[in-house]
């Protein structure tokens, strides 16, 4: 178990470019989430995947976001066009089954700074 | 809806003192709870769950919680503070539904002094 692993650690980037995210669960975690967090709040729910499928996707996932887990393994998260807004730390969880009591282990996540 | 408030966004404590972060929780079902901790550049980590067991919850580095229907609350303490205990803190509620879903509180920031 070598843990929830996201790549890159920090990203800064103009605004305006596409930026692309990586998230590799733990091995057979079926189950992955993304999250984001801004400053001085909690994490909020963006999207949710099992194996490929994603069966989820909050309302904070506007079109210029897009998620895939293309072999139900490790995860993308692409935003095109980032804004300011976008700046946030973006965090991956994965879980193996949907069992509320079996907890989500959460990546160190991925810093984004939009300039 | 399920949602949490965190009664406190910042707790500062002298170390060996007691540590208590509070929480309230609003649901229609009866929820699974969380504490996470959040330490600096670090990842997410789970203190301890609650899934409609024991009331009282046994979590890592000495934490616990106890779970109170009639006051909607998940209070988190600690008999006595260390200075490695600095960080954010999380009350969680988990979304019915099957697959997780966990709804997160604004954070309280643990300062914990010499």
């Known amino acids: 178990d070598t843990g929830v692993s996201q790549d890159p650690r920090h990203k800064i980037t103009k605004r305006g470019q596409n930026v692309t995210f990586r998230c590799d669960p733990i091995?057979?975690?079926?189950?992955l989430y993304w999250y984001r967090q801004t400053l001085g709040q909690g994490p909020e729910f963006l999207t949710y995947f099992q194996n490929e499928a994603q069966l989820e996707k909050s309302r904070l996932l506007s079109d210029r976001f897009s998620a895939e887990r293309p072999k139900g393994s490790f995860s993308t998260l692409e935003i095109q066009r980032t804004e300011q807004g976008d700046s946030a730390m973006y965090l991956c969880?994965?879980?193996?089954?949907?069992?509320?009591?079996?907890?989500?282990?959460f990546g160190n996540g991925t810093r984004l700074t939009v300039t | 809806a399920q949602s949490v408030t965190q009664l406190d966004s910042h707790v500062s404590v002298s170390e060996g003192t007691p540590v208590l972060l509070r929480c309230n929780y609003s649901s229609s079902y009866s929820p699974s709870l969380f504490w996470y901790v959040q330490h600096p550049n670090k990842g997410l980590q789970l203190l301890l769950k609650y899934t409609s067991a024991a009331t009282l919850v046994k979590g890592i580095n000495g934490f616990e919680a106890e779970f109170k229907k009639s006051e909607t609350s998940f209070h988190l303490t600690k008999p006595s503070a260390h200075m490695s205990d600095a960080a954010e803190y999380f009350c969680v509620v988990s979304e019915p539904g099957g697959y997780n879903k966990l709804i997160f509180g604004a954070g309280t920031r643990l300062a914990v002094h010499p």
């Open positions: 969880a994965s879980s193996p089954t949907g069992d509320t009591r079996s907890p989500l282990h």
């Open positions: 091995s057979e975690h079926n189950r």
